[in-house]
């Protein structure tokens, strides 16, 4: 008898080839048997009659680091479809890492990852995937070796390049947790500490990524005025360390910049026509998350967060950063002050009843609101709510966006930070991807949308045995309408869940059944294959 057999659905199976009518048959966690009609009994059969049977979702870039272990029933991935995610993200995490920078780096992702643990209880890459492992997720999680851990384990958060001793150290670090399971290295180069090496150090540890057959994932220093050149440093890194290379969140920012992802995607097609694998992902959005403190120049934060705290009292401090700000004293960073204004920077969350407030608040209005600068506000806020803020940036163009999401390289992501009135991706991204884009506006057709959601993100992955509807492969699977299914959060009430996803499986249990969760938690920590 069968485990599971998914009756009369239309099959997208993740190749990208046209879709079939076929019934699906699950033994254990494998799927085995994809057949026009398949005649045998099963101790629970599901009916996908007018559903779409696709491969588990798998999303590219997210930040449940933490979430995971106050919540491993994954809810804001299940009601979505998302059985698979790829967590270590922007160079920023908390794992591999000593016990003499957890506090630091505690409160660096604080808005990132959030505060659900008082305490990490790992060091290692193995102690922390075996931790996940533990709370046995509903969901399977893959992880980045995160370089800022990597480098302040080596030189603490100083604004200098690395010694050969310190560098040295960071590729043994790496080694190790590679070796323990990473499946890439990750850095943000708009992030304390990784923002502050230099080419020689990323491409030493790119070459030692490379070696393990990992992948370098890559928050780039510029997404804005820059974005060409931002492009060119990353392409030229790895080429150079003979590593791939994916891009994070791909995008096009500032109104001024609308129309060049042409341009953009142009340079990729370049460095692949050298010989470099390049792949990238996306959120279906023109606003991106992030933390607000990303809008003080990266100068600043030299010292850590503890020490950017202690200066932004400082009105002279803050005086220095409005200048750099406003363009009065130029430096090329990621201005986003400049680029979008203040009015299009939202507040997502923050920690204290105190400044609920402004939470789905502009830092415009929260400036307006108080009777301060919009400066004062953001310095305020960061020190009231010890840098645990998030924001929201909006800075895009629906026609770029488009543009991006057709090439072949596109994978999807949610980049999803929760917490507060956050982004609607953290519980729209799948849903908008297949009701905007591909059953609204027909920018892709499904078959094609489903291979960026499953065996693209699959292969980049080095997951062999998902992202495909084939016998043999794990039974991570996702059942959806794709003439109901659409996003219902929205930026002013973004806590809702999609509509349209019907049926989950992960490593064939039913997690999600008729749009409920099951209570199932059959995910777990995967580890990069050797």
């Given at each position: 008898m069968l485990d599971v057999l998914v009756k009369n659905g239309q099959v997208i199976d993740g190749s990208g080839n046209p879709g079939f009518k076929a019934d699906?048959?699950?033994?254990?966690?494998?799927?085995?048997?994809v057949?026009?009609?398949?005649?045998?009994?099963?101790?629970?059969?599901?009916?996908a009659s007018g559903l779409i049977v696709a491969p588990g979702f798998i999303?590219?870039?997210?930040?449940?680091?933490?979430?995971?272990?106050k919540h491993p029933e994954e809810d804001a991935k299940l009601m979505q479809g998302i059985t698979t995610a790829l967590l270590g993200q922007d160079g920023l995490s908390v794992a591999p890492l000593d016990d003499a920078n957890k506090g630091p780096m505690m409160r660096r992702v604080s808005g990132l990852l959030g505060t659900y643990l008082t305490e990490w209880p790992w060091n290692s890459m193995a102690e922390y995937l075996a931790a996940i492992n533990a709370v046995q997720p509903a969901t399977n999680s893959l992880m980045l070796v995160p370089h800022g851990a990597v480098r302040a384990m080596a030189l603490g958060w100083e604004n200098r390049p690395a010694t050969p001793v310190e560098l040295e150290r960071m590729k043994a670090i790496l080694a190790q947790a590679m070796e323990e399971g990473g499946v890439g290295f990750s850095t943000g180069l708009i992030y304390p500490p990784g923002m502050y090496a230099d080419r020689t150090e990323l491409v030493e540890l790119c070459k030692v990524t490379a070696g393990y057959g990992g992948f370098f994932v890559v928050h780039m220093r510029n997404e804005a005025d820059y974005v060409l050149d931002s492009i060119r440093e990353v392409t030229g890194i790895c080429l150079e360390a003979g590593c791939p290379l994916h891009i994070s969140h791909l995008k096009v920012a500032g109104r001024r910049n609308w129309g060049r992802?042409?341009?953009?995607l142009a340079l990729l097609d370049e460095a692949r026509a050298q010989g470099l694998e390049v792949t990238f992902d996306q959120y279906p959005y023109i606003a991106g998350s992030t933390m607000l403190d990303a809008?003080?120049?990266?100068r600043f934060h030299t010292g850590g967060t503890t020490k950017l705290l202690e200066n932004i009292k400082d009105p002279a401090f803050r005086e220095e950063i409005r200048q750099v700000q406003e363009n009065i004293k130029p430096e090329r960073w990621e201005n986003w002050v400049d680029t979008c204004g203040w009015e299009n920077v939202m507040v997502n969350a923050v920690q204290?009843?105190?400044?609920?407030f402004a939470e789905g608040k502009s830092v415009a209005e929260i400036a307006a609101q108080t009777g301060k600068t919009p400066l004062d506000a953001v310095c305020d806020l960061l020190i009231e709510e010890d840098d645990a803020v998030t924001m929201t940036i909006f800075y895009g163009s629906e026609d770029d966006v488009k543009e991006i999401m057709q090439s072949e390289y596109m994978t999807l992501c949610s980049d999803g930070i929760v917490g507060g009135k956050p982004h609607p991706r953290v519980y729209g991204t799948c849903a908008r991807f297949l009701g905007k884009y591909v059953r609204e506006e027909k920018v892709l057709s499904l078959p094609q949308a489903v291979k960026r959601m499953t065996s693209l993100p699959a292969r980049r992955l080095g997951l062999q045995d998902r992202g495909l509807i084939r016998e043999g492969m794990v039974a991570d699977i996702t059942i959806f309408d794709a003439e109901a299914v659409r996003e219902k959060g929205t930026f002013a009430e973004p806590n809702r869940y999609p509509e349209g996803i019907a049926h989950v499986l992960v490593a064939g249990r039913v997690a999600l059944e008729k749009g409920k969760l099951t209570g199932v938690r059959a995910g777990r920590a995967l580890r990069r294959r050797n």
């Amino acid at each position: 008898m069968l485990d599971v057999l998914v009756k009369n659905g239309q099959v997208i199976d993740g190749s990208g080839n046209p879709g079939f009518k076929a019934d699906v048959a699950v033994q254990g966690d494998r799927i085995v048997r994809v057949g026009h009609v398949v005649e045998v009994e099963a101790a629970r059969v599901i009916d996908a009659s007018g559903l779409i049977v696709a491969p588990g979702f798998i999303d590219m870039h997210t930040h449940s680091d933490l979430r995971v272990f106050k919540h491993p029933e994954e809810d804001a991935k299940l009601m979505q479809g998302i059985t698979t995610a790829l967590l270590g993200q922007d160079g920023l995490s908390v794992a591999p890492l000593d016990d003499a920078n957890k506090g630091p780096m505690m409160r660096r992702v604080s808005g990132l990852l959030g505060t659900y643990l008082t305490e990490w209880p790992w060091n290692s890459m193995a102690e922390y995937l075996a931790a996940i492992n533990a709370v046995q997720p509903a969901t399977n999680s893959l992880m980045l070796v995160p370089h800022g851990a990597v480098r302040a384990m080596a030189l603490g958060w100083e604004n200098r390049p690395a010694t050969p001793v310190e560098l040295e150290r960071m590729k043994a670090i790496l080694a190790q947790a590679m070796e323990e399971g990473g499946v890439g290295f990750s850095t943000g180069l708009i992030y304390p500490p990784g923002m502050y090496a230099d080419r020689t150090e990323l491409v030493e540890l790119c070459k030692v990524t490379a070696g393990y057959g990992g992948f370098f994932v890559v928050h780039m220093r510029n997404e804005a005025d820059y974005v060409l050149d931002s492009i060119r440093e990353v392409t030229g890194i790895c080429l150079e360390a003979g590593c791939p290379l994916h891009i994070s969140h791909l995008k096009v920012a500032g109104r001024r910049n609308w129309g060049r992802a042409g341009e953009v995607l142009a340079l990729l097609d370049e460095a692949r026509a050298q010989g470099l694998e390049v792949t990238f992902d996306q959120y279906p959005y023109i606003a991106g998350s992030t933390m607000l403190d990303a809008v003080i120049p990266p100068r600043f934060h030299t010292g850590g967060t503890t020490k950017l705290l202690e200066n932004i009292k400082d009105p002279a401090f803050r005086e220095e950063i409005r200048q750099v700000q406003e363009n009065i004293k130029p430096e090329r960073w990621e201005n986003w002050v400049d680029t979008c204004g203040w009015e299009n920077v939202m507040v997502n969350a923050v920690q204290t009843e105190k400044n609920r407030f402004a939470e789905g608040k502009s830092v415009a209005e929260i400036a307006a609101q108080t009777g301060k600068t919009p400066l004062d506000a953001v310095c305020d806020l960061l020190i009231e709510e010890d840098d645990a803020v998030t924001m929201t940036i909006f800075y895009g163009s629906e026609d770029d966006v488009k543009e991006i999401m057709q090439s072949e390289y596109m994978t999807l992501c949610s980049d999803g930070i929760v917490g507060g009135k956050p982004h609607p991706r953290v519980y729209g991204t799948c849903a908008r991807f297949l009701g905007k884009y591909v059953r609204e506006e027909k920018v892709l057709s499904l078959p094609q949308a489903v291979k960026r959601m499953t065996s693209l993100p699959a292969r980049r992955l080095g997951l062999q045995d998902r992202g495909l509807i084939r016998e043999g492969m794990v039974a991570d699977i996702t059942i959806f309408d794709a003439e109901a299914v659409r996003e219902k959060g929205t930026f002013a009430e973004p806590n809702r869940y999609p509509e349209g996803i019907a049926h989950v499986l992960v490593a064939g249990r039913v997690a999600l059944e008729k749009g409920k969760l099951t209570g199932v938690r059959a995910g777990r920590a995967l580890r990069r294959r050797n």
